[in-house]
C-alpha cells in the first residue's frame, strides 16, 4: 500500500472532527429565559406592570403570577380577547403597601369587627354558536338567512382541561319559527376557549371560522360564523317536447306561407299566358 496515503487519511480525519465540533455546537439556537422581577408599589399603593414587545395577556398573567380573571377585572380597558394590548401599556398587577411609609404616632385604634369575606361566585357558562347559509355572502346574517346542517362546532379549553364538539342544524325555534336553533355547550367552565367550526362540504366560509374567548361563571356566549355555496344552483333552461319542440302556431303560419306563394306564383304565370286585348269600334 502506498504509503502517502496516511497523512491524507489523518488530515481528512481531523478535517471531519472539527467541522461535525463546529456544526454540532451551531444546530440548535441557545434557549430563551424570561426573568421577572415584581414592581415596588408606587406611593399610592399600586403594583404597575409595564407591557414589553412580545407581551400578551396570557404571557403576563404566567409571568406575573396575577390569573387572567384578575388581570382583566383590574384592567377594564383590556378586550375579552386582549387584541387592544399595546406595548408601554401600564396594567395593574394588585395593590400593596407604600414604597417608603413611616406611620405617624397617634390613639390606638378601637377594635373593630371583621367583616366576612366574600364568598367567590363559581359556577359555570353557555357558550352558543350558529353557523348560518349566507346565500348573499356579505358575512352579515339577514332574517331570511338560517342556520346550516352538516357542520361541527368544538369548544377547546386553551389549557386541554375542557374540549366538546357538536354538529351544527337547520332547525328553527319551536317558539319563534323566525329564530334558528343554535348549538350550544352548557356547564362550560370559565376560562379561555378556542372556537373552531368545520364548514359542510361543497360550502365556503365568509367569516372567519374560527375565535378565541374567555367566560366567565353565569356569562352567556354567542358566536356567528357564515358560509355559502361554492357553486350557484343554475336553472335549466326549458327542454323541446318528444315532438321536437315545434309549436302548432308556427306550423299553421308555415302553411299560411306557402298556400299564400303557391297562390301569387299560379297567378303570375297566368298573367304572363293571357293574349294581350286589342281596342275594337
Known amino acids: 500500500m502506498n504509503r502517502r496515503i496516511f497523512p491524507l487519511l489523518g488530515l481528512l480525519v481531523t478535517l471531519l472532527a472539527f467541522f461535525s465540533r463546529t456544526f454540532s455546537a451551531q444546530a440548535l439556537p441557545p434557549a430563551q429565559v424570561v426573568q421577572f422581577q415584581t414592581p415596588t408599589p408606587q406611593p399610592d399603593g399600586r403594583i404597575i406592570y409595564i407591557v414589553q414587545a412580545g407581551d400578551n395577556c396570557i404571557s403576563i398573567s404566567l409571568k406575573t403570577g396575577v390569573p ?7 384592567n377594564p380597558q383590556l378586550n375579552t380577547d386582549c387584541s387592544n ?23 390606638s385604634p378601637t377594635a373593630s369587627a371583621i367583616p366576612p369575606t366574600p364568598t367567590p361566585f363559581t359556577g359555570t357558562t353557555e357558550v352558543c354558536v350558529l353557523l348560518y347559509n349566507d346565500i348573499n355572502g356579505d358575512a352579515f346574517r339577514q332574517e331570511t338567512e338560517f342556520g346550516l346542517a352538516g357542520g361541527q ?21 319551536l317558539d319563534d319559527p323566525t329564530l334558528p336553533v343554535q348549538t350550544c355547550f352548557t ?13 359542510p362540504e361543497n360550502y365556503n366560509p365568509t367569516t372567519q371560522i374560527n375565535a378565541r374567548i374567555e367566560v366567565r ?36 303560419a308555415g302553411a299560411l306561407l306557402f298556400l299564400g306563394g303557391v297562390g301569387m306564383g299560379w297567378y303570375a304565370l297566368r298573367s304572363r299566358s293571357a293574349p294581350p286585348k286589342l281596342g275594337g269600334r
Do not use: C
Open 68 to 74: 387572567l380573571q384578575v388581570l382583566y377585572a383590574q
Open 85 to 107: 394590548l399595546r406595548e408601554g401599556m401600564e396594567l395593574l398587577l394588585g395593590l400593596g403597601g407604600p414604597a417608603a411609609f413611616t406611620p405617624t404616632p397617634g390613639p
Open 153 to 173: 362546532v368544538s369548544v377547546t379549553d386553551i389549557n386541554g382541561a375542557y374540549s366538546q364538539a357538536k354538529p351544527t342544524t337547520d332547525a328553527l325555534d
Open 187 to 199: 356547564d362550560v367552565p370559565q376560562g379561555t376557549f378556542n372556537i373552531t367550526v368545520a364548514i
Open 217 to 252: 361563571p353565569g356569562d352567556r356566549a354567542f358566536m356567528v360564523f357564515g358560509a355559502q355555496p361554492n357553486e350557484e344552483q343554475v336553472p335549466e333552461l326549458d327542454q323541446p317536447d318528444e315532438t321536437g319542440g315545434n309549436s302548432p302556431i308556427l306550423g299553421i
